[in-house]
Each structure stands twice: as C-alpha cells, then as structure tokens.
C-alpha cells in the first residue's frame, strides 16, 4: 500500500525550527505533518495520508467521546553518528498496536501499514529530529471510533493518526524519582485492560497521580488488585531493582502477570543486563519485600523504564506503610551503566547486536 503525500505549504521556517528542536521539552511541538488513516468495517483500511499538521473535525456523536475506544503507541526516532535516523524497535510497537486494538475492538491495523506511515512522516520532518544524546523524535501512533452513534457496540469505522514531537532528554540524574505506592487506587485486573495501552487506562491513573502529587511523590507505584501487595508498575514505566551490588548483582523486573502493560523498554532491559553480564531475573516482588530490601541493603538500586525517559532513577518510595529511601537516594551504578548502554545502542554508538535498530535515512 502507497501513501498519498500532500507536503505541508505553511512548514515553520527552518530557523524557528531548529530554535524549537535545540530545546524541545516533550510534547511542546509537533512537526510539520501527520498521517491520517480511515478503516471502515465495509472497506477496511484506506490509503494513508500524510499532510500538514492541523486539527480534525469530528462529530459529536463519534463514538471515542463516549465510551472511550482509544489507543495508542509511543516510540522514538534516534539521530545516528553519521547523521542518519534510525527507529528503535518500531515492530514491537507495531505488534502491540495490534493487540491493543483487539483488547478494545478497533481494527487491527498490518503491522506493514503501520511501519509504513512511520517511516513516511519520519522521513518527511527528518529535520525535526534532534542531534544530542537523549534527545530523539517522540511518535505518537493513535487510534479512535469515530462511527456516529450512542449504542454500545464497538464502532464500525476508525480513524488512525500519527503525530511526532521533538523530545528532550527527560533525566535529570540530579533527581531520582519519588514514588507513592497507591493502596488506594488499582491500575490494573486480570481480564481488564492493563496489558493494552488504551487511552482510558491513563484516564483512571490520573486521580492517583493526583494524589501522589499531593503527597509530594513524582509518581505513582502501582500494587495487584487482588492481594493488595505485589509491585506491579509505576505511572507509565515498568520497575526494576537490582538485587546485590557489582558483577554479581541481580537484575529484577516484575513479570507480565497480565495487568502490567509489556514495555517494550523493559524487554530490551532484560537483554541488555545479560548482555552486560548480570543474571536477571522476572518475578513477584511484595511492597514488604521492597521495604525490607532496601532496609537491608539487600536492594540497592531501583529504576523505572519507558520510552520517553527510558531509565530513570527511584530514590525515594512513600506509602500508607512508610516511608524508605533505596541506596543514598541518588541514581545508582548500574542504573546509570544500564542507561548508558540503551542509549548508546539507541545512538548508535554501541554495537546493536539484537538488531533492534531500524534505519530510516
Ligand atoms: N507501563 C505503562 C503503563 C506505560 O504507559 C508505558 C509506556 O509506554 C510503559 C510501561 C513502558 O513501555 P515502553 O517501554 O514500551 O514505552
Ligand atoms: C513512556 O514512554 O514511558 C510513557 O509513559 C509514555 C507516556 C507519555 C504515556
């Protein structure tokens, strides 16, 4: 399938653009263009579009305004030594793109289709991709029901879009992150929607964000809806802990119980800390058990992990039970070794040997 390109006539001039790009923030700017892509139960999926950055026009009626049939995909395009572009593992997304669809009755859309519009609009704003390590160009792929209509049902027609963002490095290694452990409120249940990543998850979260706003944390931890004690994931990262410290330290990531959304930077971690020699470990860890680690000694590193930030230190951990603090609260050695190598893969400046790298230009 062949995109129709429609080049923007109103593109920021190249100077505002490289102003924008020197000082990104995350979410601040958009490029020049977007791909549009209609799939309607009669017709299937339509030619893509890419065209001009601008707003949409919906109806009312549109059946995402009232139950929520939304979702959406988050990756990077690198800038690489030789001032080429490479995306980061942009099948995985592609693959989880699908089964997000099929948890919430959208169209699944062919991971070729997908890979498509994004090396389109990525190759279209190349220019809009930054140069520093760290820095990258955020792609948002989404997804929404736009058929007209009150009933309950899941929509016969779609609307998928791709936007992108200059993304600014979002670690400042100064400051680990601070986390409430939510007793409150539950992410995430067997058989719901934990493992897909659709708009109404980050809907319900927002609430405990709030809350662990108020308690002065970053961000909110999330804990299993049944027991009411296994560490699942924080806010939209998973969790990792390092068990033990140097060469033989152990590298620990909650498993895929089926409520944590499967990051796809959490699976690249497993490979990279193996890579690097450490033993890693997926499995079930209590809020008792972190509290008492860290008491220990036992734990002595904590880092969460996702596409936008990528690794980032946790230092400080708040909850109904306490409070408690991992190492001297300040990003740890294998934390940082860890990004560090992610990154440089990412950059293009570490050998790429499971071939996640994905050449655009
Ligand atoms: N967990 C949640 C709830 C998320 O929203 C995200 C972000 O995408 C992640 C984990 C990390 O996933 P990934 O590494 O694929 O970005
Ligand atoms: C992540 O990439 O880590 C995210 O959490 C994406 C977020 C902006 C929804």
């Known amino acids: 399938m062949s995109i129709t390109i429609t080049p923007s006539n109103h593109a920021v001039p190249d100077s ?8 990104p923030g995350f979410g601040k700017y958009y490029t020049d263009h977007m791909v549009v892509c209609e799939w309607t139960e009669e017709d299937g999926w339509g030619v893509p579009e890419l065209k001009a950055y601008a707003p949409i026009s919906l109806d009312p009626a ?25 995306l980061f593992r942009p099948e995985a997304n592609a693959a989880r793109f699908k089964r997000s669809a099929e ?3 959208l169209p699944q859309m062919p991971e070729a289709l997908f890979l498509e519009t994004v090396d389109a609009l990525v190759k279209q704003d190349a220019g809009w991709v930054p140069d520093k ?46 986390v409430w452990i939510s007793t409150e409120y539950v992410r995430a249940a067997l058989g719901g929607t934990g493992e897909a990543k659709c708009g109404g998850n980050y809907a319900a979260s927002l609430v405990a964000q709030r809350a662990a706003a108020k308690e002065g944390c970053d ?28 060469a033989s330290a152990t590298i620990f990531t909650p498993k895929l119980t089926g409520t944590l959304l499967p990051g796809i930077t959490r699976d690249s971690i497993l490979s990279v800390a193996a890579d690097l020699g450490y033993k890693v470990e997926e ?31 946790v230092g400080c951990a708040k909850s109904a ?36 790298m994905k050449k655009v230009l």
């Open 16 to 23: 505002e653009r490289r102003e924008k790009v020197a000082a």
């Open 62 to 86: 549109a059946m995402v305004f009232h139950y929520g049939q939304e979702i959406f995909e988050g990756m990077k395009a690198y800038r690489q030594p030789d001032g080429g572009i490479a």
């Open 103 to 105: 948890r919430i009755a």
């Open 133 to 178: 390590v760290g820095e990258s160009l955020y792609i948002r792929p989404f997804m929404f029901a736009t058929e007209v209509g009150l009933g309950v049902r899941p929509s016969n027609r779609a609307l998928y879009m791709l936007i992108a963002t200059p993304a600014g490095a979002y670690f400042n290694p100064a400051n680990a992150v601070t």
């Open 219 to 246: 961000q909110v931890v999330w804990i299993d809806a049944v027991e009411r004690k296994w560490v699942e994931e924080m806010g939209g990262m998973n969790l990792y802990f390092v068990k033990g410290t140097g």
């Open 283 to 313: 499995g079930m860890i209590s809020v008792d058990e972190w509290r008492d680690g860290v008491a220990s000694g036992e734990i002595s590193e904590i880092f969460a992990c996702g596409t936008a930030a990528v690794v980032s230190p």
């Open 321 to 356: 039970m306490g409070t408690w603090v991992t190492g001297d609260g300040k990003p740890g050695e294998i934390t940082m070794q860890i990004r560090n190598t992610l990154l440089g893969i990412q950059h293009g400046t570490i050998p790429d040997t499971h071939n996640w």
